[in-house]
């Protein structure tokens, strides 16, 4: 990551429940940050991107079942945390929520 470039990071996560339904763990998930498309285990994934605006999909397996989509302002040096959640009916839309992360600071002790 250079000084310039913001960060969206993705966590994935759902209910245990809904996560057994739906072999959630043992599946791929597919994101993709403005057509550029990525197939990566469940869990938590961060990308640099330029600073900017950016429209990310997010969905489980190779067809984006559950899929869900937000466009993001990242700004640079800034982390924007997206949190998807599938829903169990693979056709229903999945929900991204946005979290605009502070920048950290270092301190002396």
Do not use: C
Not at 16 to 34: E, H, K, Q, T, Y
Not at 37 to 61: Q, S
């Amino acid at each position: 990551m250079t000084a310039r470039s913001g960060t969206i990071e993705i966590v994935a996560h759902a209910a245990p429940w809904l996560s057994w339904l739906l072999f959630a763990r043992w599946r791929r998930m597919s994101i993709a940050i403005d057509g550029e498309l990525g197939r990566v285990r469940w869990g938590t994934h961060v990308f640099a991107v330029a600073p900017g605006e950016h429209v990310v999909f997010v969905g489980m397996g190779g067809t984006f079942a559950s899929k869900a989509e937000v466009t993001v302002q990242v700004a640079a040096n800034e982390t924007v945390r997206l949190r998807y959640t599938p829903r169990l009916n693979k056709h229903a839309r999945g929900s991204l929520e946005v979290e605009r992360l502070p920048a950290a600071r270092v301190m002396q002790r």
